[in-house]
């Protein structure tokens, strides 16, 4: 059997070089067919092209690959592999040149198209005008903007990424490529570098229309991040549904625009009035989104809600055992009900 060509590529060996965990690695094959990998005890997991899992890692291997553009949108492309496909025509394909780098055995680096350089410039550069056929691609290097907010868009790239958005052709994506892109944004520090960039290339439209470059944005995990737009974005009800956002997502970032300001001053209501908001946002079953709005408010609002917390954790205690005996049906609702209504009043 012929000597096995392989090379670690994409986010692997950018995050080594930039002294960052690497937390997964990805595999290019040279020189290989299908039917070789399986002989190698490899498995096939791929559809639209043939990707392999290592009998004993458990790692992604591809085959070295070269695509042509064939129609509309994110798959509107078919993929040639075999024995002729070379590491520069695979690494060609890719997006940005941080991304185009692979690292040989023995460590050494195949950097056909200056990665490393703009790795050590921190700049986010196109490998080729292939970048402008693929319209995922620009919600890609925006997110990209977002996990390395210390690189700058190049503004070739920046260029190239304008005309695409121009083109209408972000309409032909599904939903779910938009948010997932998002979803990984989310996770960065700095997400609102997301949408800045991208208004940067002219692309919030058609997905994104309701943010801009100053729109801000929470701390905390992605769940937490995208609900405190609900406090900064008025029309949020309609960005979630267009972006078919999971259904925690949705219903945490609804709640954050429908009742955000009216608990940041809940002493202003009445009691009946908090406990008609509170049962709205799930506190009396003790709903884990009732906990994080309250601490988005927090965020958002800069004030201090810790009595309201207390007053939450105390009404979600009542039970039917902290009523009169002998009250059956309906009547031990409302006896619940009284009683958690007692424990607000007494906080004003």
């Known amino acids: 059997m012929k000597p096995f060509e392989h090379y ?22 040279v020189g290989e067919t299908p039917q ?26 591809a085959l070295a690959r070269t695509e042509r553009k064939t129609g509309p949108g994110h798959g509107g492309f078919s993929f040639e592999v075999g024995g002729e496909v070379t590491l520069e025509n695979d690494l060609l394909r890719r997006d940005l040149t941080i991304n185009a780098i692979a690292q040989k055995p023995d460590g050494s680096l195949v950097d056909p198209f200056g990665g490393q350089a703009d790795l050590k410039n921190k700049v986010l550069r196109h490998v080729s005008p292939a970048f402008g056929e693929d319209p995922l691609r620009v919600f890609r290097l925006c997110r990209f903007a977002a996990t390395f907010p210390e690189f700058a868009i190049a503004k070739e790239t920046v260029a190239i990424a304008a005309k695409l958005s121009a083109s209408g052709s972000l309409e032909e ?28 290339c002219g692309a919030l439209a058609p997905w994104f229309i309701e943010l801009n470059s100053s729109t801000s944005i929470g701390p905390g995990d992605p769940l937490n991040r995208y609900a405190s737009l609900g406090w900064f974005v008025s029309d949020i009800a309609k960005l979630t549904k267009r972006l078919k956002a999971p259904k925690d997502f949705q219903v945490l970032a609804c709640a954050v625009a429908r009742d955000g300001r009216v608990l940041a001053g809940w002493k202003n209501l009445s009691a009946d009035e908090l406990f008609v908001c509170l049962k709205r946002n799930g506190v009396l079953r ?8 309250i601490g988005i408010i927090e965020a958002c609002a800069k004030v201090d809600l810790k009595q309201l917390r ?5 009404i979600q205690k009542v039970s039917s055992a902290d ?13 619940i009900k009284l009683k958690q209504l007692e424990i607000i009043r007494l906080a004003f």
């Open 173 to 200: 994506l599904a939903a779910e490529r938009v948010w997932a892109e998002l979803h990984k944004a989310l996770l960065a520090d700095q997400s609102q570098r997301f949408w800045q960039s991208l208004q940067l």
């Open 310 to 314: 207390e007053v939450c954790e105390k």
């Open 8 to 29: 670690l590529v994409g986010g692997a060996v950018r995050d080594a070089l930039l002294g960052r965990v690497v937390k997964e690695r990805d595999w290019v094959v």
């Open 286 to 293: 003790g709903s884990p989104l009732a906990d994080r709005l």
């Open 323 to 335: 009523v009169p005996v002998g009250l059956t049906g309906k009547a031990v609702g409302d006896a």
């Open 36 to 61: 070789a990998m399986l002989a190698r005890g490899f498995t096939q997991v791929g559809r639209d092209f043939p990707v392999f899992l290592h009998p004993e890692t458990a790692e992604e291997y």
